[in-house]
């Protein structure tokens, strides 16, 4: 049976090689699909960490979870400004 936390992670990793695939086979520059591929993924990532986080929970692991997340966000937008 699949949880909620499979079909969020199946969602992200969609999302994050759909939009490597878009760059890949389209017109669309990568560094612009991978951004919003990012972005679109970030709803399901809250999601999983903050409205319905795994029970027991504990904050250690969702705070580095969130601020390893944002560095990917923060990476992603860097890459595709410069």
């Not at 949880?3 to 669309?28: N, R």
């Amino acid at each position: 049976m699949v949880e909620h936390y499979d079909g969020v992670l199946l969602a992200i990793a969609l999302l994050l090689v759909a939009g490597v695939l878009v760059g890949a086979l389209t017109a669309v520059p990568m560094q612009l699909a991978r951004i919003v591929s990012v972005l679109a993924a970030t709803p399901f990532v809250y999601d999983a960490l903050f409205r319905n986080p795994p029970r027991p929970t504990e904050p250690a692991p969702r705070v580095t979870a969130a601020i390893v997340w944002h560095a990917v966000v923060v990476w992603a937008v860097i890459v595709a400004i410069g």
